[in-house]
């Protein structure tokens, strides 16, 4: 996957909304699976970017898809990674977006919390 740079767009939500809603049943066990694949890849540099699939699933919270990835592995910076520089890189807008410097174009999120010490602090936008 890497080496045909795929991105992976994890939506580990899913899995609970899947065997709430469906006839599809996922044990601990593959659901844990799931979280190593993302760790390995993301160990390996393989590009994560953050995604839900609100639309096809009720629930418009994020966080408990940072909190998945952050039981999957990923560090803060690896999530906040999925959430800036990866899209703006995997999107060809890599000197234009996805940092703060001069010369980009930026959008400044406040967040109530440090995702440092609790990656839920992601979802709890204070000013946009």
Do not use: C, W
């Not at 953050?50 to 418009?60: A, L």
């Amino acid at each position: 996957m890497k080496q045909n740079q795929i991105a992976l767009v994890p939506t580990l939500k899913l899995f609970r909304h899947e065997g709430r809603h469906s006839r599809a049943f996922f044990t601990e066990l593959e659901v844990n699976k799931a979280f190593g694949q993302l760790r390995r890849y993301s160990r390996a540099g393989g590009t994560v970017l953050f995604g839900t699939d609100v639309g096809y699933m009720d629930g418009y919270d994020t966080n408990e898809e940072f909190a998945l990835m952050a039981r999957a592995g990923l560090s803060y910076r690896e999530i906040l990674a999925s959430l800036t520089t990866a899209p703006a890189t995997r999107f060809g807008r890599p000197n234009e977006v996805g940092r703060i410097a001069n010369g980009m174009s930026a959008d400044v999120v406040l967040l109530a919390g440090d995702p440092a010490r609790d990656v839920s602090a992601f979802a709890r936008v204070r000013v946009l």
